[in-house]
DNA sequence: CTGTGTGCAAACATTTTGCAAGCAG
DNA sequence: CTGCTTGCAAAATGTTTGCACACAG
């Protein structure tokens, strides 16, 4: 299979497809909704927010906020999404078709640009063997006030 | 002031103790078996653990989980305890007083490594230069198995 | 047809808030 | 004394589950 970063949309409803199909799931316009919602948008949902969204874009499905986290779900355990945490608020969720990157996060405006170094990856290596760990996953996010905000300061 | 990094227990509560003055708030007997608590066990405490402990070591004080919250939050603003976020499972705090470390976590057992890496700290600084944030805080996770689960598996 | 998916409402888990009584300063 | 603090219960959030009906395969 090929690798999910960059995929197009329609290479992205491929891979959903056999996802659901390997597994004895189904497909539904429901899912397909929430998957096409998350590619044309490249943001950070949270639950709710992407619910909206798509009872917006999609107001004939339907579409509960229970499906939402039940696909938001499913498609992070398949890794086609990828989620932050935010303590009590939740999580943030985004699709996993670009290439590996880590966030920094606005403490003013909340704005999340997204940034990626290689040599962090080189370092996070180190450091997992020197403890024997096995490493599977990351995060990393840099916190600090943006451009603008500092401006309006 | 002295930094937080590496107090002895006298010298953090002399620093709460000023915190709590210059804030016209008060010292009680619960805020400090909170903070005593933290000190004397340096791990990683879900509010509801250290709930727990706080009433197992100091039964006759009665401390309500409420308190306990609002301790945690207390100390986060003031930068003496920092918290790690866990999507829905809430936060874990641990007090502030050594020295900069990020954190490990093994996904099998929950066990969490401190490691500290200066070469992480350089590479951060030039990444937020390079968007023109102004860095106020970082989170650094690594996901993996320990030693201990990899060995069961 | 069969069994998975859905929305709804209710249940849950975690954290916050309103309130009356208690206690620090 | 004054007003911050406390514990309790209730409310608020965010997420998951039980269920009967809908629908994909």
């Known amino acids: 299979?090929?690798?999910?970063?960059?995929?197009?949309?329609?290479?992205?409803?491929?891979?959903?497809?056999t996802i659901l199909?390997?597994?004895?799931?189904?497909?539904?316009a429901q899912r397909e909704a929430i998957l096409r919602t998350l590619y044309d948008?490249?943001?950070?949902?949270?639950?709710?927010?992407?619910?909206?969204?798509?009872?917006?874009?999609y107001p004939e499905l339907n579409t509960g906020i229970t499906t939402v986290y039940r696909t938001l779900n499913l498609l992070e355990e398949n890794k086609l999404a990828t989620s932050l945490s935010f303590g009590?608020?939740?999580?943030?969720?985004?699709?996993s078709n670009k290439p590996h990157h880590?966030?920094?996060?606005?403490?003013?405006c909340g704005v999340i640009v997204e940034f990626e170094d290689p040599n962090?990856?080189?370092l996070q290596q180190k450091i997992a063997k020197k403890h024997n760990f096995k490493l599977?996953?990351?995060?990393?996010?840099?916190?600090?006030?943006c451009e603008a905000c500092q401006q309006k300061q």
């Open 120 to 122: 962090i990856e080189d």
């Open 21 to 28: 199909r390997s597994n004895n799931l189904k497909f539904t």
């Open 102 to 108: 880590d966030h920094m996060i606005c403490e003013e």
């Open 88 to 95: 009590t608020q939740g999580k943030k969720f985004e699709l």
């Open 41 to 57: 948008h490249p943001d950070h949902f949270t639950p709710e927010n992407l619910y909206l969204l798509v009872k917006q874009k």
């Open 1 to 17: 299979m090929k690798s999910i970063e960059s995929l197009s949309y329609d290479e992205l409803l491929l891979t959903f497809k």
């Open 136 to 145: 599977t996953d990351h995060l990393m996010q840099l916190y600090g006030i």
